[in-house]
């Protein structure tokens, strides 16, 4: 199993960014799946999550109404968009994929891609 984010960069505050992550070696559109961050000396985070159909959404407080997930299962993908960028959103980010429920919760994940670095300038 692989899960490739890409999409990281360097952005100003205010500015935005879509991440990407493409999956391989599994159904896709059979997982769940997720994104979260780690920033530097921080403990890992949940950011957001979307259900295998597409149809549910979950985020967490912090990134709510300026960041949001979607997924293309034709194309085995999960994206996420995020406005609105603060400093405060520095961190490398993360793509997971689950079968299970509980998607706030990092260790119910299964397979975790490489992490991509997003860094926001006050």
């Known amino acids: 199993v692989q899960l490739q984010a890409c999409g990281g960069g360097l952005v100003q505050a205010g500015g935005s960014l879509r991440l990407s992550c493409a999956a391989s070696?599994?159904?896709?559109?059979?997982?769940?799946m997720g994104w979260f961050r780690q920033a530097s000396g921080k403990e890992r985070e949940f950011v957001a999550a979307i259900n295998w159909r597409g149809i549910s959404t979950t985020y967490a407080d912090s990134v709510t109404g300026r960041f949001t997930i979607s997924r293309d299962n034709a194309k085995n993908t999960v994206y996420l968009q995020m406005n609105a960028l603060k400093p405060e959103d520095t961190a490398v980010y993360y793509c997971a994929a689950t079968q299970r429920s509980y998607l706030r919760d990092y260790s119910a994940y299964h397979h975790w891609g490489q992490g991509t670095l997003v860094t926001v300038s006050s």
């Open positions: 070696g599994l159904t896709f559109s059979m997982y769940n």
